[in-house]
């Protein structure tokens, strides 16, 4: 069984900082990329946030670059997400992606991560449950 153990979220005030933790289990991709997309209060709609792939290539939406740092720990499989200099719109629930790297094959890179997508993000071939994230003004 594959399981996503996500955990990090909580309440926070601006400006403040937290970071998640993402941690994969039962699955047996030989490379892989993992990410964060999140789910603003009362919508359905998930925004990509942050990958990171098998050879640390990064993506960061812009409404995250140069606030959110995504880091991978590949001995215990992890996958953080600092976030830095928080903001009331950050508030939302954040959900851990992982998917097979596949690299430039398709033309592009990390292209079943949608930047924008339904939540859950099922585009992928497996994602958490989500850690809720509120930041007060």
């Known amino acids: 069984e594959v399981r996503l153990v996500e955990s990090g979220g909580g309440s926070e005030q601006a400006g403040g900082s937290l970071r998640l933790s993402c941690t994969p289990s039962?699955?047996?991709?030989?490379?892989?990329?993992m990410g964060w997309y999140r789910q603003a209060p009362g919508g359905n709609e998930c925004e990509l946030a942050s990958?990171?792939?098998?050879?640390?290539?990064?993506y960061y939406a812009d409404s995250v670059k140069g606030r959110f740092i995504i880091s991978q720990d590949n001995a215990k499989k992890t996958v953080y997400l600092q976030m830095n200099d928080l903001k009331p719109e950050d508030t939302a629930l954040y959900y851990c992606?992982?998917?097979?790297?596949?690299?430039?094959?398709?033309?592009?890179?990390?292209?079943?991560?949608?930047?924008?997508?339904?939540?859950?993000?099922?585009?992928?071939?497996?994602w958490g449950k989500g850690t809720q994230v509120t930041v007060s003004s």
């Open positions: 039962g699955f047996t991709f030989e490379a892989t990329d």
């Open positions: 992606g992982v998917e097979r790297d596949y690299g430039d094959r398709y033309g592009v890179r990390w292209h079943l991560w949608p930047k924008k997508t339904p939540c859950p993000p099922s585009e992928l071939s497996y």
């Open positions: 990958i990171i792939s098998s050879d640390g290539s990064t």
